[in-house]
């Protein structure tokens, strides 16, 4: 089996697409093992998580740095430090800054509960439901320096019934983020997705 990839995720709440992720690479499933999980939350969920399978879990406070950037720069230490191949971003409700997207271009993913790029931000589910909208969805994307800008790398449609509310697609939604985003952590493990501008290619196994 290929060497597994370390896996740093960023989290801000109760870290259940972390647990998801986690269990995907328990399992094998997926190559890649999560080493470090950082959180902006003191009491979030998503740390007590990461200790009951053994990794290591961080708290950074954002209060204790004089701006954005020097908090930024203790982000990208701390995972240097771990040798963190691939950051991922589970309910992580902070913008990363700019400095920390170069510093793992190519190398953090997001995951949001629509089909970017529509209804991007922290509401999207409410915001596609009070849109109107028949079909919503799950999206998992590169990070870039924009607000769920960044290349696409898996989507899945999930359909609104007429009586939904928010908590109950988001339910369904749910369900489906807990399927792909491991899905495409795989991809990347396996050396299989390339980044051509805006597109990202998932490439068959032993593709260059």
Same mark, same amino acid.
Request: proline letters at 2%.
């Given at each position: &089996? =290929?060497?597994?990839?370390?896996?740093?995720?960023? +989290? =801000?709440? =109760?870290? /259940?697409?972390?647990?998801?992720?986690?269990?995907?690479?328990?399992?094998?499933?997926?190559?890649?093992?999560?080493?470090?999980?950082?959180?902006?939350?003191?009491?979030?969920?998503?740390?007590?998580?990461?200790?009951?399978?053994?990794?290591?879990?961080? @708290?950074?406070?954002?209060?204790?740095?004089?701006?954005?950037?020097?908090?930024?720069?203790?982000?990208?230490?701390?995972?240097?430090?771990?040798?963190?191949?691939?950051?991922?971003?589970?309910?992580? &409700?902070?913008?990363?800054?700019?400095?920390?997207?170069? +510093?793992?271009?190519?190398?953090? &993913?997001?995951?949001?509960?629509?089909?970017?790029?529509? @209804?991007?931000?922290?509401?999207?589910?409410?915001?596609?439901?009070?849109?109107?909208?028949?079909?919503?969805?799950?999206?998992?994307?590169?990070?870039?320096?924009?607000?769920?800008?960044?290349?696409?790398?898996?989507?899945?449609?999930?359909?609104? &019934?007429?009586?939904? /509310?928010?908590? =109950?697609?988001?339910?369904?939604?749910?369900?489906?983020?807990?399927? !792909?985003?491991?899905?495409?952590?795989?991809?990347?493990?396996?050396?299989?997705?390339? !980044?051509?501008?805006?597109?990202?290619?998932?490439?068959?196994?032993?593709?260059?």
């Amino acid at each position: &089996m =290929s060497k597994k990839i370390k896996l740093g995720v960023l +989290a =801000s709440g =109760s870290g /259940t697409n972390l647990q998801a992720i986690i269990d995907a690479c328990e399992s094998g499933e997926v190559s890649a093992e999560a080493v470090l999980v950082v959180s902006n939350v003191s009491d979030a969920y998503s740390l007590e998580r990461a200790k009951k399978h053994g990794i290591k879990a961080v @708290f950074i406070d954002k209060d204790n740095f004089e701006s954005r950037k020097d908090y930024d720069g203790e982000l990208i230490s701390i995972l240097r430090d771990n040798q963190v191949d691939l950051v991922v971003l589970a309910g992580y &409700m902070l913008l990363v800054g700019s400095e920390f997207v170069r +510093a793992f271009k190519g190398r953090t &993913m997001n995951i949001h509960p629509a089909l970017l790029p529509s @209804f991007p931000g922290t509401h999207g589910v409410k915001d596609a439901l009070d849109y109107g909208v028949k079909i919503s969805g799950v999206t998992v994307h590169f990070v870039d320096e924009g607000l769920d800008t960044g290349p696409i790398i898996l989507q899945e449609a999930v359909a609104v &019934m007429e009586n939904d /509310t928010v908590e =109950s697609l988001h339910n369904r939604i749910h369900q489906v983020e807990y399927r !792909i985003y491991p899905a495409a952590i795989k991809f990347f493990a396996e050396g299989r997705l390339k !980044i051509e501008g805006r597109k990202v290619r998932i490439l068959e196994k032993g593709e260059n």
